[in-house]
């Protein structure tokens, strides 16, 4: 159905108010998470928030996730924001970056974790490595290639230490596309070694759903700045500030906003602390060396 200019301005102006027009339905707020994960896991852990936020809005609040299926599925909602398909995304640092240079974006929260964020290179338990160039020769994964915290970071401290993933690995590295598929491969025996998302790894850990006794962490990562909760310019800034406030209520001490948060992986949130300029210097520079 195509909407004519003036319905579509009256739908707009409904929007932007926060209220209700007579015959005009006030349009559902489509929001993009990122897939770092299986789609049922995503979907069951932001269902709490998803129908918080649809309480508070008082409209419909649909979710979008890129088809884990596909490797460009990182990208996929970069594409899906830039194109205006989604309103509100769950971004990496990288994504954030790259969805914030291809249309203006406000950046709304970050979980207080988020400003230091750090990567856990692994192995299986007795493997007795115990730094990075201890996994020299082992066959390795990483995640996504647009991850962050699976691939992004992780390959620049490799770099860094004078480890070349192409030529000191047994054979070239491989690409789960999730966080919790490296630690299956890993435990599985396909790969000796894998980089994964240090708050996946403890939450599998809280949640009794990760074994100590089977796994080792070789190395964790410095800190880095990472996942961004944003939104488009072009939503109202009503609209915009109604979900950020609703991100920002949430109290641990609450006990009807527990389950939110426990589904969100966060304790509280924050208003952004761009600390971005680094990552975005870091990047750059893996981009450079590439050509």
């Not at 809005?57 to 996929?76: E, F, H, M, N, T």
């Not at 769950?90 to 207080?112: C, I, K």
């Not at 160039?133 to 991850?147: I, N, T, V």
């Amino acid at each position: 159905m195509v909407m004519g200019y003036r319905a579509g301005w009256l739908v707009f102006a409904c929007w932007a108010i926060g209220g209700a027009c007579q015959g005009a339905e006030l349009p559902a707020i489509r929001i993009g998470l990122l897939p770092d994960d299986s789609a049922e896991t995503l979907l069951s852990r932001f269902e709490p928030m998803r129908s918080r936020l649809e309480k508070t809005l008082q409209r419909s609040v649909k979710v979008v996730i890129p088809s884990l299926d596909r490797a460009s599925s990182y990208k996929d909602l970069v594409e899906a924001f830039a194109e205006g398909k989604i309103d509100i995304a769950y971004f990496g640092g990288a994504t954030f970056l790259e969805a914030s240079d291809r249309t203006p974006t406000a950046p709304l929260v970050m979980r207080r974790l988020d400003g230091k964020f750090r990567s856990y290179f692994i192995t299986r338990a007795g493997s007795k490595a115990s730094s990075l160039e201890d996994l020299k020769g082992m066959r390795f994964a990483f995640g996504s290639e647009d991850s962050t915290s699976g691939y992004l970071m992780p390959l620049y401290y490799l770099k860094e230490m004078g480890i070349d993933p192409d030529k000191d690995f047994d054979g070239l590295p491989q690409f789960s596309g999730t966080h919790r598929k490296t630690l299956e491969w890993v435990l599985s025996g396909r790969v000796d070694a894998g980089v994964v998302n240090g708050q996946v790894f403890d939450r599998l850990l809280r949640e009794k759903k990760l074994d100590l006794k089977k796994i080792d962490i070789a190395w964790v990562s410095p800190a880095f700045p990472d996942y961004m909760w944003a939104a488009r310019e072009d939503v109202p800034p009503e609209v915009r500030k109604r979900i950020q406030q609703t991100f920002l209520d949430l109290k641990p001490s609450d006990n009807l906003d527990v389950p939110v948060l426990d589904g969100l992986g966060a304790d509280f949130y924050v208003l952004p602390e761009l600390q971005f300029e680094r990552l975005k210097h870091i990047l750059d520079k893996l981009v450079r060396k590439k050509q």
